[in-house]
T-cell receptor, first 111, second 112 residues
């Protein structure tokens, strides 16, 4: 069964450093998303991407965040200058209809 | 504003039936979703309702009443592996690729 894959599974970075989280969505899907979940809290929407552009973003997705689809298979989330409060599980998701299918996540720890 | 409410915790025994309720107040509505999330893992899609009524999928069923802003997830013949968080989520936007707004989730513990 096709699945969304994310790398790395864990990332530890120093405050102020840039990180890139990588995702390979399911191949025939058209909609791509990033969500995050701070430990013990609810899943929060960051951004959605369709037709090679951002279709919606939340207040969390400020100028420190960016997304790219550099080729036909990868979808990346970049955080330019990480803060302690960026520590969370970051989930990539994709879909071709109303449902979104989630990857296993990247646990980002900012120290 | 957006508000999605679910009970924080529920407990049940193997073989039983449990109903997890969700109420929502959102500025728009384009579908209600239920996801299962085991600790430390990704949310897994369970069901989707956009019209009023009951959707059945094996041991799991989901119900929606748009006029009441209410949904429930019904789990039958509970198994130990059903111990997980169950997340209610609403899509507000009119297009398929818009955000899912999640509730805080209901942690279900199934005991033998």
């Amino acid at each position: 069964e096709p699945e969304v894959t994310q790398t790395p599974s864990h990332q530890v970075t120093q405050m102020g450093q840039e990180v890139i989280l990588r995702c390979v969505p399911i191949s025939n899907h058209l909609y791509f998303y990033w969500y995050r979940q701070i430990l013990g809290q609810k899943v929060e929407f960051l951004v959605s991407f369709y037709n090679n552009e951002i279709s919606e973003k939340s207040e969390i997705f400020d100028d420190q965040f960016s997304v790219e689809r550099p080729d036909g298979s990868n979808f990346t989330l970049k955080i330019r200058s990480t803060k302690l409060e960026d520590s969370a599980m970051y989930f990539c998701a994709s879909g071709q209809g109303p449902e979104a299918f989630f990857g296993q996540g990247t646990r980002l720890t900012v120290v | 504003g957006q508000n999605i409410d679910q009970p924080t915790e529920m407990t049940a025994t193997e073989g039983a039936i449990v109903q997890i309720n969700c109420t929502y107040q959102t500025s728009g509505f384009n579908g209600l979703f239920w996801y299962q999330q085991h600790a430390g893992e990704a949310p897994t899609f369970l069901s989707y309702n956009v019209l009023d009524g009951l959707e059945e999928k094996g041991r799991f069923s989901s119900f929606l009443s748009r006029s009441k802003g209410y949904s429930y997830l019904l789990l039958k013949e509970l198994q130990m592996k059903d111990s997980a968080s169950y997340l209610c989520a609403v899509r507000e936007g009119t297009q398929a690729g818009t955000a899912l707004i999640f509730g805080k989730g209901t942690t279900l513990s199934v005991s033998s």
